[in-house]
């Protein structure tokens, strides 16, 4: 029997990080929180990349330029804050950012991970930055790290 399970298995690479601006208030915690989780995985300043793009819309492209850079980076992890009270085509945005991610995803072979939080106020968004709903940033880097490894054994 095969069994590949990368849970709390390190490995070392690059991080690419794209950013949304639109709430920058969420935006910026949960990169806060992405950064020191990194750090304290052991990834240096010099192993991080940050892109900040205006809104979650942007993200997809970004990310797929950073894929471009072939072999650059282990992962890259997209943070933004989709909040329905804000907008009124919030269906929209949660479409293009997700299916967006993915399809760089699949199509550029690299764990694009996807820490986009869709919430319906700020309020929702902030308890997920570091409240009583986790830190989605810090996932994201657990989630990135993990997939790395277990992407390395899957060749
Ligand atoms: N972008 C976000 O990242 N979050 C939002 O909540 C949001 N709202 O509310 O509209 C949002 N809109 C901007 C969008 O991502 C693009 O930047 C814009 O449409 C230009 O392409």
């Known amino acids: 029997m095969e069994i590949i399970n990368s849970q709390s298995i390190n490995v070392h690479c690059r991080l690419a990080f794209v950013v ?11 990169l806060e929180g992405a950064i020191e989780r990194a750090k304290e995985k052991g990834f240096a300043n010099s192993d991080i990349t940050v892109v900040w793009v205006p809104g979650a819309v942007e993200i997809p492209i970004a990310a797929q330029r950073l894929a471009l850079r072939r072999n650059s980076y282990g992962a890259i ?35 694009v991970v996807f820490g986009v939080l869709t919430t319906e106020n700020e309020e929702q968004a902030l308890e997920r930055c570091g409240g009583k709903h986790g830190h989605k940033g810090k996932e994201a880097v657990d989630t990135a790290i993990e997939m790395v490894a277990t992407l390395r054994r899957l060749v």
Not at 20 to 26: L, Q
Not at 81 to 105: F, K, L, P, W
């Open 20 to 30: 949304s601006r639109f709430n920058e208030e969420v935006t910026s915690k949960l």
């Open 77 to 111: 992890i997209c943070l933004g804050a989709v909040i329905r009270g804000e907008t009124t085509h919030y269906d929209y945005v949660c479409n293009m950012v997700s299916s967006g991610c993915s399809q760089v995803a699949i199509h550029q072979n690299i764990p």
